[in-house]
């Protein structure tokens, strides 16, 4: 995770090679992992991997504000 607080989205997309803002897009649409696997191409387990990673992701960036003083 980098220093300003966002999710490394450049990482995600080396390590699954895929477009992972596209991804997060489309789940923000509200679009199933299913509808996304058929116009993307991607595996449904890739497609859950990526998305345990984000979640990974952003409780450890609340872990780390919430413990700021």
């Not at 897009?25 to 497609?47: F, H, Q, V, Y």
């Not at 984000?54 to 003083?69: D, G, M, V």
Request: aromatic share 2%; glycine share 4%; hydrophobic share 30%.
């Amino acid at each position: 995770m980098p220093a300003n607080g966002k999710i490394n989205e450049k990482e995600l997309c080396r390590k699954y090679r895929t477009n992972v803002p596209r991804l997060i897009r489309a789940w923000k649409k509200g679009l199933s992992d299913l509808e996304i696997s058929r116009a993307t191409g991607i595996n449904l387990s890739t497609l859950q991997r990526i998305r345990e990673d984000i979640e990974l992701a952003h409780r450890r960036l609340r872990l780390t504000e919430k413990k700021k003083p």
